[in-house]
């Protein structure tokens, strides 16, 4: 993993360097939009919805848009008297029982590792938090942005999660009529949750949507079913379909255990296409070489002859 941040934890006296990694990876699964009839990939316009024309970058400004409609444009010099945080600290501001803090506050998670002399120090707020069954509230600046988040134990590492701002947690505007429930069908559910109940292991989840569109995909690409673009054929950097990801994971496997990797089949033709050309243009170089000869000798005949 690569450290996205560095700082340190501070709670009274006490200062703990360290490294802020993210705790989590998406792997959902995405597509791209394209023409059903060849594949070439959907490309969108930036047009102005006032005068209709293609706007550049470079006139593109930053627009607050008011609950009355109107657009309030703001400069990069307006953008840079905003407050922006940059410190790094993650300030503990207090010790709190874990019940009180509502799941649906929380939003990224980040793993914190002791840096340089920080380990001691870490491991005694790890075991603090442990016996005490808190979670420390702290604020921290991400991306230049305040937030506040919450630093919890997880196994031997402590991680912080950020949370969102109260005001982000938004209210229902429904009311659940549940009307009259009997004893009854209390019990009944009572008896379900029982039948139901166990102990939570991650492991037994799977995500079977992402595994059947990579078989699916995987099933068109043997029957030969791919659109082959211009822009797919030449060598972009870009993963173009899922056969092309799947032969660079296969590539960077036999490269972390040291075996040789194939070439890929466009730079290997092009090698033996500049091994085929390279003759012609020596031939080529030494046919010119005896066409000056052939020009020049005739001249040196007729010096000589002049010299006699």
Known sequence: MRAIWKGAVSFGLVSVPVKLYAATESHDVSFRQVHAKDGGRIKYQRVCSLDGEEVAYADIAKGYETEDGEMVILTDDDMAELPAASSREIAVEKFVPREQIDPLLFEKSYYLEPEGAGAKPYALLRQALLDADRMAVVTVALRQRTSIAVLRVKDDVIV????????????????????????????????????????????????????????????????????????????????????AALQKSVAAAKSARGEETDEEPEKSTAKKGAAKKAPAKKSAAKKTAAKKTAKKAPAKKAAAKKAS
């Open 160 to 243: 912080l999660q950020t949370m969102m701002w109260p005001d982000e947690v938004r209210t229902p505007d429904f009311k659940v009529d549940t009307g009259d429930v009997k004893d009854t069908e209390v019990k009944m559910a009572h008896m379900l949750v029982e039948t139901l109940a166990g102990d939570f292991d991650a492991s037994e989840f799977e995500d079977d949507y992402a595994g059947a569109v990579e078989a699916l995909v995987k099933s068109k690409i043997e029957g030969g079913e791919i659109k082959r673009t211009e822009k797919s054929t030449k060598t972009s950097g870009e993963v173009v379909d899922l056969l």
